[in-house]
């Protein structure tokens, strides 16, 4: 089991940055691979960047892409999301989600555990 915990959303103003945190539970988080999604308003939750267990591969969704960096320090058994250049439409909340393995999964069903989320805001 893993329990993750996301920190570090809040209220931003566009061009802005934020840096949101999943601290996750257990002894083998550097065996899984991460994700960030997120949820906009009226809209289904979307993938927004994964990487591996040995942060030798990422993937980001081109909405977020040259924006947002994901990145991971496995003795703190943490991820990050590093949120640069922010626009009013990143607003939503976000996820973080973990599976076993080293694919990188773009959907929500590839990841077996997956945290409270935390709301970003972005103001024009």
């Known amino acids: 089991q893993v329990q993750l915990v996301e920190s570090g959303g809040g209220l931003v103003q566009a061009g802005g940055s934020l840096r949101l945190s999943c601290a996750a539970s257990?002894?083998?988080?550097?065996?899984?691979?991460m994700g960030w999604f997120r949820q906009r308003p009226g809209l289904q939750r979307e993938f927004v960047a994964s990487?591996?267990?040995?942060?030798?591969?990422?993937y980001y969704a081109d909405s977020v892409k040259g924006r947002f960096t994901i990145s991971r320090d496995n003795p703190k058994n943490t991820v990050y999301l590093q949120m640069n250049s922010l626009k009013p439409e990143d607003t939503a909340v976000y996820y973080c989600?973990?599976?076993?393995?080293?694919?990188?999964?773009?959907?929500?069903?590839?990841?077996?555990?997956w945290g409270q989320g935390t709301q970003v805001t972005v103001s024009s």
């Open positions: 989600a973990a599976t076993r393995g080293s694919v990188l999964s773009t959907v929500s069903s590839g990841y077996d555990y």
């Open positions: 257990g002894r083998t988080f550097s065996t899984y691979s």
């Open positions: 990487i591996t267990w040995s942060a030798e591969s990422t």
